[in-house]
């Protein structure tokens, strides 16, 4: 197997051994990196150099907002904006534009113009039409609407564009948001159209509310492509609902977009953290967001509100309280939060990688994207009619083959080995129109129990008596096997420890686990029980068993 030797070791190169920009990283996925960017500052080489190299797509901070763009009623600034543009196709990046409709930042002239419901919409019709035909072909996605969600509790805010006095649709709740979204579909039916907003990044109030919306919009065929995570955080941000949200807005055919992060930490005068721990407990935030976004193939693009502390609004808003919220420090050195998303980027598995000219690896065991031994996963790609095998070579250099499923010339199902060790692998279809392998991860994910019918006599669980008298009970499941020492493995029945007496391949099936366990004595004839197994600090799930 010396070549998937070979393969690994370039795979452990491609998975960042080097030093790496975030951008190599992103592109190897097939993933959108982004930051918003400031025309004003090209002209400092260390910015321009920063902006091009490390990202693949960049948002205006402000140049696009309709007070810098349409500075009367019958002015528009292209001009920064068109800079920005410029800078993007010399650097073969993406525009990403923002935004059409907001509460702020809207040009005095519409404000303070008393303006009746009618005008405004004619006004709002015009501004969204001109600025999406002006930059049709160059902005890839729009945010249309900016925050029209108020905090708590979430409702439709108040404001020009919905009910002061609004573009006719005032009361008729977010009717106004979906006028504009036809709008700017009319104007480029090629960019992708996003609903954007701050404080709704986990699953929550705020984030329900804009999830009802996304829900109807779908239902009805309103044009809304995806939904924007902001995602300003600070330490005390709790991202575990982060997936959860990120994977129903998926299941409604949206993408998502981690779009203005960053994660602000307390300051002193000088601008140097007030402790300095914090620098690491951001990465970990940094690492959190971007890895969770990376475990799913819809979340497309992560974007940070900035690049380098240098330049960031934070700052400005927390009054000089706040700031360092950003990858990169004041002088563009690379902070522990940059080195976390590298560290994100190299962990995840290939998830995004395009579908042309490769092939990309989606899990099908559970809705997390994790690749994991003993998982099942289902490759895409093209000329793979006649594969014949996967292989997959993990950090120890041995190849194993993974048991296939489902062969068509564009998807190949199959399970990964329960034995791989979790890290960095290579996986290769062999037998197609040609040899195709990527780069890839598996992780370790927790153990799995079978249960049946709850009698103990199922597939899930059989109690056994040895020769020697013992009872003891066989558990079936997922996730055992390669990854622990016997000694590892803990098994719980009814709260009991029970001596484990085998782990490991079940045998027959292959990929199957087995745990055998003696059963506490105590406990036999009592009926119904909970057993939960753990390997490695990892739990199973419960499952009952009459014992
Ligand atoms: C901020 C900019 O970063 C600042 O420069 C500007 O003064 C105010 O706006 N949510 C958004 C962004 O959608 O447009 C905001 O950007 C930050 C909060």
């Given at each position: 197997m010396t070549i998937h030797r070979t393969l690994l070791v370039a795979a452990l190169v491609a998975l960042g051994l080097e030093a790496q920009t975030l951008r190599e990283e992103a592109d190897r996925l097939g993933m959108l990196v982004g930051g918003a960017v400031d025309p004003e500052l090209f002209g400092q080489a260390a910015y321009a150099n920063a902006f091009a190299t490390q990202l693949n797509m960049l948002e205006p901070e402000n140049d696009m907002k309709f007070g810098v763009i349409h500075p009367s009623p019958t002015t528009y600034n292209f001009s920064p904006g068109d800079q920005i543009v410029a800078f993007a196709q010399t650097n073969g990046q993406k525009v990403r534009g923002h935004n059409l409709v907001w509460y702020q930042q809207i040009a005095p002239w519409v404000t303070g113009?008393?303006?009746?419901a009618s005008q405004l919409n004619q006004i709002l019709h015009d501004h969204i039409t001109t600025v999406v035909s002006h930059y049709a072909g160059q902005v890839f996605a729009w945010d249309v609407v900016n925050e029209a969600m108020s905090d708590s509790p979430p409702a439709l805010r108040s404001e020009v564009w919905y009910d002061s006095p609004g573009i006719g649709f005032a009361g008729q709740g977010t009717k106004y948001i979906e006028q504009a979204f036809v709008w700017a579909r009319a104007a480029d039916p090629n960019a992708l159209l996003f609903y954007n907003d701050y404080g709704a990044d986990v699953v929550n109030a705020k984030s329900n509310a804009i999830y009802a919306m996304a829900q109807d919009f779908r239902a009805r065929g309103v044009p809304l492509d995806g939904i924007g995570l902001q995602m300003h955080l600070s330490l005390s941000s709790d991202l575990s609902q982060l997936g959860p949200n990120i994977q129903r807005y998926i299941a409604l055919g949206l993408q998502v977009h981690i779009t203005e992060l960053d994660v602000q930490i307390p300051v002193k005068a000088n601008g140097t953290p007030v402790n300095p721990g914090d620098l690491q407990k951001q990465a970990t935030l940094y690492q959190a967001a971007l890895s969770t976004c990376l475990r799913y193939k819809g979340c497309t693009a992560f974007q940070t509100w900035g690049l380098t502390d240098k330049y960031s609004w934070i700052p400005g808003y927390t009054n000089g309280v706040d700031?360092?919220?950003?990858?990169?420090?004041?002088?563009?050195q690379p902070k522990p939060a940059f080195n976390a998303m590298i560290t994100a980027y190299q962990n995840a598995a290939v998830l995004n990688a395009p579908a042309t000219g490769g092939i990309s690896v989606i899990s099908a065991t559970g809705g997390t994207g994790l690749l994991a031994p003993g998982g099942l996963i289902s490759i895409y790609g093209s000329g793979l009619g006649n594969a014949s095998s996967v292989l997959v070579t993990d950090s120890s250099g041995t190849s194993r083959m993974a048991t296939l499923l489902y062969v068509s010339a564009t998807q190949v199902n199959c399970m990964l080995p329960a034995d791989l060790l979790p890290g960095p692998a290579m996986l290769s279809v062999n037998g197609g129109d040609s040899p195709v392998s990527v780069a890839t991860r598996t992780e370790t994910v927790a153990p799995g129990l079978f249960t049946a019918d709850g009698t103990g006599q199922g597939m899930a669980a059989a109690i056994t008596v040895d020769s020697g008298g013992t009872t003891y009970l066989e558990l079936f499941g997922t996730g055992i096997r390669g990854r622990s020492d016997i000694a590892n493995v803990h098994v719980t029945v009814g709260g009991v420890a029970a001596p484990v007496l085998y782990a490991g391949p079940q045998g027959q099936f292959y990929g199957l686990d087995q745990i055998n366990v003696v059963l506490p004595a105590s406990l036999i004839g009592t009926g119904s029980v909970n057993i939960e197994v753990e390997v490695d600090g990892r739990v199973s799930n419960v499952v009952q068993v009459v014992i």
């Amino acid at each position: 197997m010396t070549i998937h030797r070979t393969l690994l070791v370039a795979a452990l190169v491609a998975l960042g051994l080097e030093a790496q920009t975030l951008r190599e990283e992103a592109d190897r996925l097939g993933m959108l990196v982004g930051g918003a960017v400031d025309p004003e500052l090209f002209g400092q080489a260390a910015y321009a150099n920063a902006f091009a190299t490390q990202l693949n797509m960049l948002e205006p901070e402000n140049d696009m907002k309709f007070g810098v763009i349409h500075p009367s009623p019958t002015t528009y600034n292209f001009s920064p904006g068109d800079q920005i543009v410029a800078f993007a196709q010399t650097n073969g990046q993406k525009v990403r534009g923002h935004n059409l409709v907001w509460y702020q930042q809207i040009a005095p002239w519409v404000t303070g113009g008393n303006y009746t419901a009618s005008q405004l919409n004619q006004i709002l019709h015009d501004h969204i039409t001109t600025v999406v035909s002006h930059y049709a072909g160059q902005v890839f996605a729009w945010d249309v609407v900016n925050e029209a969600m108020s905090d708590s509790p979430p409702a439709l805010r108040s404001e020009v564009w919905y009910d002061s006095p609004g573009i006719g649709f005032a009361g008729q709740g977010t009717k106004y948001i979906e006028q504009a979204f036809v709008w700017a579909r009319a104007a480029d039916p090629n960019a992708l159209l996003f609903y954007n907003d701050y404080g709704a990044d986990v699953v929550n109030a705020k984030s329900n509310a804009i999830y009802a919306m996304a829900q109807d919009f779908r239902a009805r065929g309103v044009p809304l492509d995806g939904i924007g995570l902001q995602m300003h955080l600070s330490l005390s941000s709790d991202l575990s609902q982060l997936g959860p949200n990120i994977q129903r807005y998926i299941a409604l055919g949206l993408q998502v977009h981690i779009t203005e992060l960053d994660v602000q930490i307390p300051v002193k005068a000088n601008g140097t953290p007030v402790n300095p721990g914090d620098l690491q407990k951001q990465a970990t935030l940094y690492q959190a967001a971007l890895s969770t976004c990376l475990r799913y193939k819809g979340c497309t693009a992560f974007q940070t509100w900035g690049l380098t502390d240098k330049y960031s609004w934070i700052p400005g808003y927390t009054n000089g309280v706040d700031g360092l919220a950003l990858p990169l420090d004041a002088n563009y050195q690379p902070k522990p939060a940059f080195n976390a998303m590298i560290t994100a980027y190299q962990n995840a598995a290939v998830l995004n990688a395009p579908a042309t000219g490769g092939i990309s690896v989606i899990s099908a065991t559970g809705g997390t994207g994790l690749l994991a031994p003993g998982g099942l996963i289902s490759i895409y790609g093209s000329g793979l009619g006649n594969a014949s095998s996967v292989l997959v070579t993990d950090s120890s250099g041995t190849s194993r083959m993974a048991t296939l499923l489902y062969v068509s010339a564009t998807q190949v199902n199959c399970m990964l080995p329960a034995d791989l060790l979790p890290g960095p692998a290579m996986l290769s279809v062999n037998g197609g129109d040609s040899p195709v392998s990527v780069a890839t991860r598996t992780e370790t994910v927790a153990p799995g129990l079978f249960t049946a019918d709850g009698t103990g006599q199922g597939m899930a669980a059989a109690i056994t008596v040895d020769s020697g008298g013992t009872t003891y009970l066989e558990l079936f499941g997922t996730g055992i096997r390669g990854r622990s020492d016997i000694a590892n493995v803990h098994v719980t029945v009814g709260g009991v420890a029970a001596p484990v007496l085998y782990a490991g391949p079940q045998g027959q099936f292959y990929g199957l686990d087995q745990i055998n366990v003696v059963l506490p004595a105590s406990l036999i004839g009592t009926g119904s029980v909970n057993i939960e197994v753990e390997v490695d600090g990892r739990v199973s799930n419960v499952v009952q068993v009459v014992i």
